[in-house]
């Protein structure tokens, strides 16, 4: 089977300052992995870089085995799902927000039925009626799980979540958790949750942009 | 009817009454006898030479002249756009001049061509205060196109990226700014067109009546270069937005810092 992100000896500086250095790992399809380590230690920028958004010194990323250039970013970029600590939905109400990808050429002839949208939002355990809600009035959590509902409507299969757990009450953490068992879900987090970390199969530890530790289904 | 001579003697009388109003602030404790001064001897050197230089212009009235007259002009204002957005002159010099020459080249030649039809279309009197007026107001509106843009773009970066994420391309992903940028920097004339004649007497009609047009004449002078002024504004700023989106970039869409000035 062909990993489907892998970084081989990465480099990466920004303003002048260096950020990742010589970084290779492999994720394979339906894996679980965990970015961990301090705050400055680049966790966030082993996500940024997948997407394109630090241009790279040295070393090859790869999506499906295709190298990350200007002509596969857009490509890998609708591949994915990035999830922050606090999303930007991007639209005045939780409806527009979901429905916010599917002006979006790419997406513009898959638009969700209504059934669609309460299917998703009861999966997330999401009340129907805060698709009319204003955005800028839902708290950070709820922001996660709509961020995650508009994933999972585009059907993206790669989630990369940036300390997602952290702003989560443990009932929903569960509902993450239970989307997230889907083993057609790939998931990169950066994350400290130990609760999280049993459910992951790889756990990736960075020490000032470089990745110094590995532990495998729960091996060192 | 000929507008009166203001002859020397009156013109120093005129200087004079800056006394009054230097006096004034003397008296509240403002001491600005160094800036007022300034402010005063700049005006009357630029003055006299914009003046012998327009004299030269008119009188040669060549087509030649003419045209130089409008690309420095044009290349003066582009230098202007881009130090008052805050973006580096190296990089977004080519782009705002293309827009702006494109703009004012059109509505200047619509309105003299098409509308005013002098014997020549390159005529002084014509070409130099219309081009001249429509470019200074174009000025504006690009500088808060620009300015407004890339300082939107900046403040929601986060934004801006996950619409990327979300699919977008970049033209889609910046949209929304670049919406907002055109309609800041057309607003002021759309607002201007609405409260034209009713707060103050617009600049040109009063130079034109001045000048000893008929009232009428000035009026539809006035519209006329109102017009031009929308038209040319909207036209350059949306130009000069569109070819920046090519340059501030790089290859993964992200926004490049060194284009920007740092503050």
Redesign the interface.
């Known amino acids: 089977m062909l990993p489907i992100i892998r970084f081989d000896q990465v480099s990466v500086t920004a303003?002048g300052k260096s950020i990742l250095s010589d970084v290779s790992f492999a994720l394979f399809a339906g894996e679980k992995a965990m970015l961990c380590g301090k705050s400055g230690s680049g966790k966030s920028s082993v996500l940024r870089t997948l997407?394109?958004?630090h241009?790279l010194k040295s070393g090859t990323v790869y999506f499906q085995e295709q190298p990350l250039t200007?002509e596969s970013?857009?490509f890998i970029?609708?591949c994915?799902?990035?999830i922050?600590q606090e999303?930007?939905l991007?639209a005045e109400s939780v409806r527009e927000a979901l429905l916010?990808?599917f002006?979006?050429?790419?997406?513009r002839d898959h638009r969700p039925t209504q059934a669609q949208l309460t299917e998703v939002l009861q999966r997330l355990q999401l009340p129907e009626d805060i698709l009319n809600r204003d955005s800028s009035r839902i708290s950070g959590g709820e922001k996660q799980r709509i961020a995650l509902a508009?994933g999972l409507l585009?059907g993206k299969k790669l989630y990369l979540l940036d300390e997602v757990t952290s702003a989560l009450d443990a009932e929903s953490k569960q509902v993450v958790f239970d989307v997230f068992s889907d083993p057609q879900l790939t998931v990169l987090s950066v994350a400290h949750d130990p609760e999280w970390m049993e459910r992951c199969g790889s756990v990736y530890e960075l020490e000032a942009g470089r990745l110094t530790q590995v532990k495998r289904n729960g091996n060192s | 009817m000929e507008t009166l001579d203001i002859k020397l003697p009156q013109m120093a009388l005129l200087y004079g009454l800056c006394l009054l109003p230097w006096f004034l602030l003397w008296l509240i404790g403002l001491r600005l006898s160094r800036d007022i001064g300034i402010g005063i001897l700049r005006m009357s050197i630029q003055l006299a030479l914009v003046g012998i230089y327009l004299k030269a212009l008119f009188d040669l009235n060549n087509p030649w002249l003419n045209g130089l007259w409008i690309l420095v002009m044009l290349l003066v204002a582009d230098l202007s756009i881009l130090r008052r957005a805050g973006l580096k002159t190296r990089y977004f010099m080519l782009a705002t001049f293309i827009a702006i020459a494109t703009s004012i080249l059109l509505s200047t030649a619509y309105l003299v061509i098409l509308v005013i039809q002098p014997t020549h279309f390159y005529d002084a009197r014509y070409i130099v205060p219309l081009a001249g007026m429509i470019l200074g107001n174009c000025l504006q509106g690009n500088v808060i196109a620009l300015e407004r843009f890339y300082s939107t773009l900046r403040k929601n970066e986060n934004e801006y990226t996950t619409f990327l994420m979300l699919g977008a391309t970049r033209w889609e992903a910046v949209r929304p700014y670049f919406r907002e940028a055109v309609k800041a920097a057309i607003n002021p004339t759309i607002a201007g067109m609405a409260t034209m004649g009713l707060v103050s007497l617009p600049g040109m009609m009063t130079g034109q009546i001045l000048g000893g047009s008929e009232p009428w004449l000035a009026v539809k002078y006035q519209i006329a270069i109102m017009i031009c002024i929308f038209t040319s504004t909207t036209i350059a700023s949306i130009i000069n937005l569109k070819l920046s989106l090519a340059i501030a970039f790089n290859a993964f869409d992200v926004l490049r810092d060194e284009v920007i000035k740092k503050p």
Request: avoid cysteine.
């Open positions: 303003h997407l394109g958004l241009p200007p970013v857009q970029r609708s994915t799902a990035y922050g999303p930007i991007g916010l990808p002006q979006f050429k790419t997406h508009r585009l």
